[in-house]
T-cell receptor
Framework: GAGVSQSPSNKVTEKGKDVELRCDPISGHTALYWYRQSLGQGLEFLIYFQGNSAPDKSGLPSDRFSAERTGGSVSTLTIQRTQQEDSAVYLC????????????FGPGTRLTVT | AQSVAQPEDQVNVAEGNPLTVKCTYSVSGNPYLFWYVQYPNRGLQFLLKYITGDNLVKGSYGFEAEFNKSQTSFHLKKPSALVSDSALYFCAVRDTGFQKLVFGTGTRLLVSP
């Protein structure tokens, strides 16, 4: 079946502008994650949604970052007043319910803040 | 806190030779360990996982990993490398508190013809 999809694949924005990144998880996957991959660094956890529970926002780097998940499916990561250090690849992943544990990743959105 | 370490930034191997990509872990409780691969301009692809059971775990594309509790290691292996295996490999451990994955810094594998 279809995998995790993300849009846009690339986004170039000016410093100070707001951006929205979208993630469509695999159908039936109840858990959804956002990670950030900066150049030369590993993956950094941002936020986690599980069903109707309150999200785990412990990884969000500042209050400029927020995310929502509507109807338990599509998620949007919003970055307000973007800064150059926000430039990175933003990866979304989803996980099936139960004890499978592994996460399935989308292709990512490459964000460049000029 | 759960963590994994990948001591090598890059591993070079000739095609046809066996390859090993190293990973060590530090966890409280039982570790849930994963390997992912990232090809250029692509997202991460799941390779294999260790939850419980046999210490030798087999995964996609002919890869396997050996869980060693005494050495707290989970090295990724393949008996015969292919040029197409060249990619960035990430080891990860599940954070038992919040379900997220904690990733290592990644190891770039270069397989030469």
């Amino acid at each position: 079946g279809a995998g995790v999809s993300q849009s846009p694949s690339n986004k170039v924005t000016e410093k100070g502008k707001d951006v929205e990144l979208r993630c469509d998880p695999i159908s039936g996957h109840t858990a959804l994650y956002w990670y950030r991959q900066s150049l030369g660094q590993g993956l950094e956890f941002l936020i986690y949604f599980q069903g109707n529970s309150a999200p785990d926002k412990s990884g969000l780097p500042s209050d400029r970052f927020s995310a929502e998940r509507t109807g338990g499916s599509v998620s949007t990561l919003t970055i307000q007043r973007t800064q150059q250090e926000d430039s990175a690849v933003y990866l979304c992943a989803s996980r099936a319910p139960g004890t499978s544990y592994e996460q399935y990743f989308g292709p990512g959105t490459r964000l460049t803040v000029t | 806190a759960q963590s994994v370490a990948q001591p090598e930034d890059q591993v070079n191997v000739a095609e046809g030779n066996p390859l090993t990509v190293k990973c060590t872990y530090s966890v409280s409780g039982n570790p849930y360990l994963f390997w992912y691969v990232q090809y250029p301009n692509r997202g991460l692809q799941f390779l294999l996982k260790y939850i419980t059971g046999d210490n030798l775990v087999k995964g996609s594309y002919g890869f396997e990993a050996e869980f060693n509790k005494s050495q707290t290691s989970f090295h990724l292996k393949k008996p015969s490398a292919l040029v197409s295996d060249s990619a960035l490999y990430f080891c990860a451990v599940r954070d038992t508190g919040f379900q997220k994955l904690v990733f290592g810094t990644g190891t770039r594998l270069l397989v030469s013809p």
